[in-house]
């Protein structure tokens, strides 16, 4: 857990001003979980991508999505050696420990469905032989909402793989300040200094899932994901998948916050992050000028929460 701290505050050497967004990172990081960042040009998306990676001690590779990236790009492809006359495997971009995929929809859907295989199975398969990526292994995406031209939005299929959706956003005054003055002698990133290392990770997310969940609480969890299927203005609510995910973002985040145990708060914490990009809303919704926060906010208030007695929960 101190571990966790430190990578934290390593980060925010680099990411000014987004306490929150960073926790949210850590927690679906220690959850093995993948990240999804959609927001504006130049908020720091992949600066943040950028400091995770080097606090973690992890080998990063980066692929600018563009149009004419390839499937072979990602996953790797077969070359022909004359000298022993056979095809070798020739590593893909997503042979490493963090993947940053930057503006993910600006790439075919061909190339955005190389990624499928890779973060739900954590393995890739080129010319019928099966390669496994090293272990941890996340995909942090990112994609900008606007100026979409020549984009290609990602399906509901794609979507689901990633365990949360986050928004940045603008900094405040104070903190753009800071992040001005930081700029002025290079990189913030190049400050940030590596506090452990990925077979540390790897014993954190293992004990990430021995954190407890009552029953009262995983109920919880069942009835916000029913609440999401049956609400009038959703369309297509959150799938099994996305109560995987909620589940273990929860224990993340529990874990971040120094329990071995999950409480309603830490699910009600990671909600909106692990839902928001799983719910399409109805027609209905859009007539009423309705989005997905929205929804949420509405569900998180509807939904009764356990309640905490003496040494439990009911």
């Known amino acids: 857990m101190m571990v966790a701290a430190s990578v934290i505050e390593e980060v925010k050497k680099a990411v000014i001003g987004k306490q929150d967004c960073i926790k949210k990172v850590m927690a679906a990081i220690l959850a093995g979980g993948h990240i999804l960042i959609e927001d ?49 495997y020739q590593p893909g971009a997503a042979m490493c420990n963090l993947l940053l995929a930057d503006e993910i929809n600006r790439t075919s859907p061909k190339t955005q469905s190389a990624l499928l295989e890779v973060m739900e199975e954590r393995q890739v398969t080129v010319d019928q032989r099966t390669y496994e990526v090293p272990e941890p292994f996340i995909v942090i995406a990112t994609e900008n909402p606007f100026g979409s031209a020549g984009t290609q939005m990602l399906p509901e299929s794609q979507l689901d793989r990633f365990m949360i959706c986050i928004s940045m956003g603008y900094p405040d005054i104070q903190s753009e300040i800071e992040i001005v003055k930081g700029n002025q002698k290079g990189s913030p990133a190049d400050a940030v200094r590596s506090v452990m290392d990925k077979d540390l990770l790897l014993a954190m997310q293992k004990e990430v899932e021995e954190v407890y969940i009552h029953d009262a609480v995983y109920q919880y969890i069942g009835n916000l994901v029913e609440a999401t299927r049956n609400h009038q203005m959703v369309r297509l609510g959150v799938s099994p998948r996305g109560t995987i995910a909620l589940a273990k973002a929860a224990k993340a985040y529990a874990y971040l916050e120094g329990r071995t145990f999950c409480i309603p708060h830490d699910v009600e914490s990671v909600f909106p992050d692990v839902t928001v990009h799983r719910l399409f809303l109805s027609a209905k919704a859009r007539a009423a000028r309705m989005d997905s926060t929205q929804v949420i906010e509405e569900i998180l208030t509807g939904t009764k929460k356990p309640k905490a007695g003496k040494g439990r929960i009911e």
């Open 40 to 88: 504006i040009p130049g908020v720091g998306k992949t600066t943040m991508a950028v400091a995770f990676s080097k606090s973690m001690g992890l080998l990063r590779h980066r692929v600018q999505f563009t149009p004419d990236v390839l499937p072979a790009d990602i996953v790797g492809f077969s070359l022909y050696d004359k000298k022993t006359q056979q095809f070798v």
